[in-house]
């Protein structure tokens, strides 16, 4: 008698075929097995009709070729031949980029708004969104320490960054902080970096303001939106936000201001006026 086959499970780990070409998965995902936030395979998604980005992948490019209306990533996976797996971390970097959204189905919608002893109906919660912000700067400018005062989880490290917190501000925005290694590692992982952010915070020291100016110059040829934050330890500002905006030769539109890494208070503020700027389309 004949042994037959078990039927394959897939848990994401076989070999996707893409348009002919047979790709490993940790090269799809650059080596992630995990999404950059929880998205389970029943998820809908969609499209929200923003321009992909150029550093975007032909993995990435073919599941938004898929959403002209809502689809699960189960779907999803099915439809382009990618693990589960991948499709779970591709789908939430573009999520958390700003080029898909997650869909409520109608039926978690009526689950959640049921009728009060009153009668009348509970608002559902706010949904969040996620976001993914750089922050960038010379040796020794207080990124880490940006980073720390303000992240809700236990900084970690990642491969393309030196630090990686997430902190939420208001009632729908979690924001996926991402610290720029120093100068002589940056170019080599420059487009993984900035893959998907909505934006980044440049913190410059005065006394040192030339070590700003590499991280300025790839924003500026990227196109990604930035603010400047003029760090100032102790309270401490020895140049006006003038001479510093002359200095860097920055554009009229990008905003410069002072900040305090150590605060709470101020690094909220600076992801804010980040926030802020770049949903404005000022930076277009």
């Known amino acids: 008698m004949l042994d037959h086959p078990s039927p394959e499970v897939d848990n ?3 070999e996707p075929h893409l348009g002919g070409r047979l790709i490993r998965p940790y090269s ?3 080596g992630r097995t995990r999404p950059c936030f929880d998205i389970p395979i029943e998820t809908l998604v969609r499209s ?3 321009a992909a980005a150029p550093t975007l992948g032909a993995e990435e ?7 002209g209306g809502p689809i699960s990533l189960a779907q999803i996976a099915a439809r382009r031949g990618l693990g589960l797996g991948v499709v779970r971390v591709l789908v939430a970097d573009l999520v958390v980029s700003g080029m898909v959204e997650t869909v409520e189905s109608r039926a978690a919608r009526s689950g959640r708004q049921a009728e009060t002893p009153s009668g009348s109906m509970t608002p559902p919660p706010p949904v969040t969104v996620p976001v993914k912000i750089v922050v960038a700067g010379g040796l ?3 990124k880490t320490t940006f980073i720390n005062s303000v992240s809700e989880t236990e900084p970690r490290t990642a491969e393309a960054a030196t630090d990686v917190g997430r902190v ?3 009632d729908d925005l979690i924001v996926h902080l991402f610290g720029a290694p120093q100068q002589e590692r940056l170019l080599s992982g420059w487009d993984d970096l900035i893959c998907g952010a909505l934006g980044a915070v440049v913190l410059v020291d005065t006394g040192r303001l030339s070590d700003s100016f590499l991280v300025i110059d790839s924003f500026e040829r990227s ?3 930035f603010v400047v934050a003029v760090n100032c330890f102790y309270a401490n500002a020895y140049h006006s936000l003038v001479e510093v905006r002359e200095a ?4 009229a539109g990008v905003p410069i201001f002072y900040t305090d890494a150590r605060r709470n208070g101020a690094t909220r503020n600076s992801l804010l006026q980040l926030v802020q700027y770049a949903r404005s389309g000022a930076a277009s």
């Open 140 to 142: 020794g400018v207080g």
């Open 248 to 251: 860097l030769t920055v554009a």
């Open 61 to 67: 490019r073919s599941i938004l070729a898929l959403l």
């Open 223 to 225: 196109g990604l939106p």
């Open 48 to 50: 929200t009709g923003r």
């Open 168 to 170: 939420t501000l208001g």
């Open 12 to 14: 994401g780990d076989h």
């Open 28 to 30: 799809v995902t650059k």
